[in-house]
């Protein structure tokens, strides 16, 4: 049985740098209570590295991305570092196409004690993830755009069937073990554009083939601009969806929003060999080095990095870990004391860590708060 674990660290730009310590502190202490060792490498890279040598990702990072058991990444990207075809420097694109990181799992939920943007009453029971397909879709078209003079550029879409099987087959699987794991009937829920675009009509065939081989789990399909609409109205109704890389894209913001703001956004890029566990936000330009910085999504990504190698190598004291943590961050939050600035209150980076390190000590092994 593996007890060590090599994970690639990525902090990357901005607030990245702020929020990777308290992860690393949470798995470190996590890691004792668990006999579990991880030994973190630690590496520079990112836009403001490609600013100063002129690349984002070296061969030496990318190698061991390759080699680690997982990779942490904190953010990346600067608005003024810019490539030659003016768009940003966005090294995670690069790691999701490289790795194979098809499935983009955006896990969503509300915590006892903070606030959510929603008055309705029933906002306290969101609890959903969101699959984005990664490595295709609208996102192909990165480095492709064809212009035709200075008059019109064409961005292409790809949807191949091995791409969209392998990835709707991903949020089945999940929406099995949820239910496994909540008692409750799981449910997926496919959104594109079928009604419009050629390319999202043949992703809906492949989802409704892959739903035909899990006739016992419900299923529906929305169109991606309804569901817009659904999920601001009842947020509460959804289980898994699963969707094209670019509405993906769109709906993750959307869906942060939705329990308070990108600090409580975790995220993991999952392949079938390689994972990433970052949190969904950027680098926040517009808070970095004020001590600011939510670090709740990246310790969640934490935990789901835990509970990733947990299943890959069989150990479920890995998945103990991660619930510890998870029971340590709705510790934290329940009392009401500790409230991050993206929620109106004055906890800053430090104040939240410290909140749930505390908890993971005090409360590891018990449930959630009353
Ligand atoms: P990207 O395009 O890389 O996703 P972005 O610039 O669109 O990045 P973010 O960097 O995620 O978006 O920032 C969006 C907003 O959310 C900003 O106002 C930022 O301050 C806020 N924000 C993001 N992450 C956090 C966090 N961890 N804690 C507090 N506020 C955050």
């Known amino acids: ?48 590295h490609y600013a100063d040598h002129g690349v984002a990702l070296t061969d030496k990072v990318l190698t061991d991305c390759e080699k680690a058991d997982a990779i942490l990444f904190g953010a990346m990207g600067l608005p003024h570092v810019r490539g030659a075809d003016g768009t940003e420097i966005i090294p995670q694109l690069d790691l999701r196409f490289r790795f194979d990181l ?21 906002a306290s029971e969101i609890d959903f993830v969101l699959v984005r397909e990664s490595t295709e879709g609208l996102f192909y078209a990165r480095g492709r755009g064809e212009a035709h003079g200075d008059e019109a550029v064409i961005d292409p879409m790809k949807i191949t069937r091995a791409g969209t099987e392998r990835v709707c087959e991903f949020a089945f699987q999940l929406a099995q073990q949820r239910e496994a794991t909540k008692g409750r009937p799981g449910r ?14 043949f992703w809906r065939k492949i989802f409704e083939e892959t739903a035909a081989k899990h006739p ?30 670019m509405f993906g894209d769109i709906l993750s913001d959307l869906i942060a929003a939705l329990v308070g ?3 409580m956004a975790p995220s993991g890029d999952i392949g079938d060999k390689h994972a990433l566990f970052q949190p969904a936000h950027g680098t926040a330009p517009d808070i970095v080095g004020q001590g600011k910085a939510n ?14 190698l947990g299943a890959k190598h069989g150990d479920s004291a890995l998945m103990d870990g991660a619930r510890a943590i998870e029971a340590a961050v709705e510790h934290a939050f329940a009392q009401g004391q500790v409230r991050p600035f993206e929620f109106g209150g004055t906890s800053g980076t430090a104040q939240v860590t410290q909140a749930v390190l505390s908890h993971l000590k005090t409360h590891k092994n018990q449930g959630a708060p009353a």
């Open 261 to 263: 703001g990108m600090g």
């Open 1 to 48: 049985m593996t007890t060590s674990f090599h994970i690639s660290v990525l902090p990357g730009d901005g607030i990245g740098n702020e929020v990777m310590p308290s992860a690393l502190a949470v798995l470190e202490k996590i890691g004792q209570s668990i006999n579990r060792r991880f030994h973190f490498e630690q590496h520079v890279a990112g836009a403001q």
């Open 188 to 201: 997926v829920t496919n959104v594109d554009k079928a009604n419009v675009f050629a390319s999202m009509a």
């Open 216 to 245: 016992s789990m419900a299923v529906d399909s929305a169109y991606v601009d309804a569901m817009a609409l659904n999920l601001v109205m009842k947020p509460w109704a959804y289980d898994v969806l699963v969707t094209e890389n």
């Open 102 to 122: 098809y499935a983009g799992v955006r896990p969503i939920r509300t915590f006892k004690g903070l606030p959510t943007p929603l008055a309705h009453p029933r």
């Open 295 to 308: 670090p709740t999504a990246m310790i969640l990504s934490a935990a789901m990095m835990l509970d990733w």
